[in-house]
């Protein structure tokens, strides 16, 4: 769906993406999504999926900026998932996703019962900003020895990040042979209009996607309530980027050379433009480049 002025809409909105992936009646794109992200094709995919609640919005949730919509679910096997979006880099990525995988696992038992009955938990991360310094868009973490990888401790903690900045890096994009490519192509905001048009035809799930956020936004208080939680992010952006400017600007004038070259390494992991990195902290384009 698009706006008035032709935009696509983001299927990344978090407010978007639960009322599509999340709620009671998503269950065939929600299951088609973590299959995509799992791995698990023909007799190895997953066939049913639970959606474990469902949450009232209202004006203020979805323009509060630090409110968390995220989608929660358990498979067949009894694993239990936790979906987030995370638009904006505030620096505690990998933190967050433990805590929020530590909160799932334990609702998975009650008081007094066996921890053999704690279940498996699966936390799926989607960033539209550059994390870790890999050049996979797709990361996968699990309790490994340190120095035999192939040794897992257990199978309880699976942490998943999608990276939408490195993915829209990739020149190839093997739609036909990768249900996950054709997911992120779709969730793509920028992608390309005939690009959306043949992965939605190529996958079915994809296509209930597509009808259900059409739906979903043709409904004016919906429609309303998306754009908020846009707002919501532009003004998290903005005050991020202050704080970031005024951090920036007393590093040069307090900093030595290491210090700006620190700062430079951050704002580029930031996709920061290596121009406007060079004139806010004074060092050489070529530098800048190298770091």
């Not at 323009?63 to 505690?92: F, H, M, P, T, Y």
């Not at 900093?255 to 070259?261: A, M, P, T």
Request: glycine content about 6%.
């Amino acid at each position: 769906m698009k706006t008035s002025t032709g935009e696509r809409l983001n299927p990344l909105n978090d407010f978007l993406f639960f009322k599509v992936m999340g709620e009671k009646g998503d269950e065939i794109q929600l299951l088609g999504f973590l299959n995509a992200v799992l791995g698990r094709t023909d007799k190895n995919r997953f066939t049913s999926v639970k959606i474990l609640e469902n949450k009232n919005f209202s004006p203020e949730i979805i323009g509060n900026k630090a409110s968390i919509l995220d989608v929660r679910a358990k498979l067949q096997d009894g694993s239990r998932v936790n979906v987030e979006v995370q638009l904006r880099n505030l620096g505690n990525m990998e933190k967050r996703s433990i805590f929020y995988w530590s909160k799932e696992y334990g609702k998975g038992i009650k008081a007094g019962q066996d921890y053999i009955k704690l279940e498996n938990v699966i936390v799926v991360n989607i960033l539209d900003f550059d994390y870790l310094e890999t050049n996979n868009f797709h990361t996968v973490f699990h309790l490994r020895e340190d120095t035999e990888n192939r040794l897992i401790l257990t199978d309880v903690l699976e942490i998943h990040f999608l990276n939408m900045v490195k993915w829209r890096r990739i020149e190839k994009k093997e739609i036909v042979n990768e249900p996950l490519y054709r997911w992120l192509a779709w969730f793509d905001k920028t992608s390309p209009q005939e690009l959306v048009t043949e992965v939605i035809n190529m996958d079915s799930a994809i296509q209930k996607a597509e009808e259900r956020q059409d739906y979903i936004l043709s409904d004016e208080d919906a429609l309303r309530l998306y754009e908020m939680r846009q707002m919501a992010q532009m003004d998290l952006t903005s005050g991020l980027n202050q704080a970031r400017r005024e951090g920036i600007q007393e590093g040069i004038k307090e900093g030595k050379k290491e210090e700006k070259l620190e700062i430079a390494r951050k704002l580029k992991s930031m996709d920061i433009p290596i121009l406007q990195i060079s004139e806010s902290t004074g060092l050489a384009i070529e530098v800048v480049k190298k770091l």
